[in-house]
């Protein structure tokens, strides 16, 4: 059982290293934390876990806690600028991604491997520049759909389906950039690459990456 699970680890390690980019020395490397120094699987025990995980379709062998709270989603002054049906919450990987970015749930809230066997919650929270908090009516809109039908509408937004992304050979921005055709964080983060800074899937230098989808 122990070599298994020390192999499920390096395996872990290896796909966060490898396959999605460098997690080690970027801020999602939380492995020096004191906070984080009683668990065995440091790199990647925050969000991941080898055994015992929760069952989300979009994050694999999950093992933190995920946020329930309630969100102000955004939207536009001006009407004409948001023609997407936006969500009344958070959904998808977004979700994921707030557990530990709106505040209200503690970067060492583990579950299942990763969590301590008193069961006690976490108690480190981010620092002011990673909190974006359960107000997202300033921050660039999540969780809506978008189709040939939204960039037909809005007139200022590429067909998702046959615009190419850049980011892979072929690869269209429905590809490669939506989860279910929707857009979320990681339409534009990437947790495992900081590359380019802040998470960004590319360079965003002469707003590139805004540009990839806003046709400007």
């Given at each position: 059982?122990?070599?298994?699970?020390?192999?499920?680890?390096?395996?872990?390690?290896?796909?966060?290293?490898?396959?999605?980019?460098?997690?080690?020395?970027t801020?999602?490397?939380?492995?020096?934390?004191?906070?984080n120094?009683?668990?065995?699987?440091?790199?990647?025990?925050?969000?991941?876990?080898?055994?015992?995980?929760?069952?989300?379709?979009?994050?694999?062998?999950?093992?933190?806690?995920?946020?329930?709270?309630?969100?102000?989603?955004?939207?536009?002054?001006?009407?004409?600028?948001?023609?997407?049906?936006?969500g009344?919450?958070?959904?998808?990987?977004s979700?994921?991604?707030?557990s530990?970015h709106?505040?209200?749930?503690?970067l060492?809230?583990?579950?299942?491997?990763?969590?301590?066997?008193?069961?006690?919650?976490?108690?480190?929270?981010?620092g002011?520049?990673?909190?974006i908090?359960?107000n997202?009516?300033?921050?660039?809109?999540?969780?809506?759909?978008?189709?040939?039908?939204?960039?037909?509408?809005?007139g200022?937004?590429?067909n998702?389906?046959?615009?190419?992304?850049?980011?892979?050979?072929?690869?269209?921005?429905?590809?490669?950039?939506?989860?279910?055709?929707?857009?979320?964080?990681?339409?534009?983060?990437?947790?495992?690459?900081?590359?380019?800074?802040?998470?960004?899937?590319?360079?965003?230098?002469?707003?590139?990456?805004?540009?990839?989808?806003?046709?400007k």
């Amino acid at each position: 059982m122990k070599i298994r699970t020390f192999i499920l680890g390096v395996a872990l390690a290896t796909l966060a290293q490898v396959s999605f980019g460098q997690i080690t020395g970027t801020p999602h490397d939380m492995s020096s934390h004191l906070w984080n120094t009683g668990t065995t699987n440091k790199l990647c025990g925050t969000c991941h876990t080898p055994h015992n995980s929760m069952t989300i379709s979009q994050a694999p062998l999950w093992s933190h806690d995920t946020t329930t709270s309630s969100y102000t989603m955004y939207t536009s002054a001006v009407s004409s600028t948001f023609n997407a049906t936006p969500g009344t919450r958070p959904d998808g990987n977004s979700k994921l991604c707030l557990s530990c970015h709106d505040g209200t749930v503690a970067l060492n809230d583990f579950i299942g491997a990763q969590a301590p066997v008193s069961g006690t919650l976490g108690t480190e929270y981010p620092g002011t520049t990673t909190l974006i908090g359960t107000n997202l009516s300033n921050d660039h809109p999540i969780s809506f759909t978008y189709d040939a039908t939204l960039a037909t509408t809005d007139g200022g937004l590429y067909n998702p389906v046959t615009t190419l992304s850049g980011l892979s050979s072929g690869g269209h921005i429905d590809d490669d950039m939506l989860y279910n055709h929707k857009m979320q964080c990681a339409s534009c983060h990437n947790p495992h690459n900081n590359t380019y800074t802040k998470f960004q899937r590319m360079s965003n230098n002469a707003s590139q990456l805004c540009l990839k989808c806003h046709n400007k």
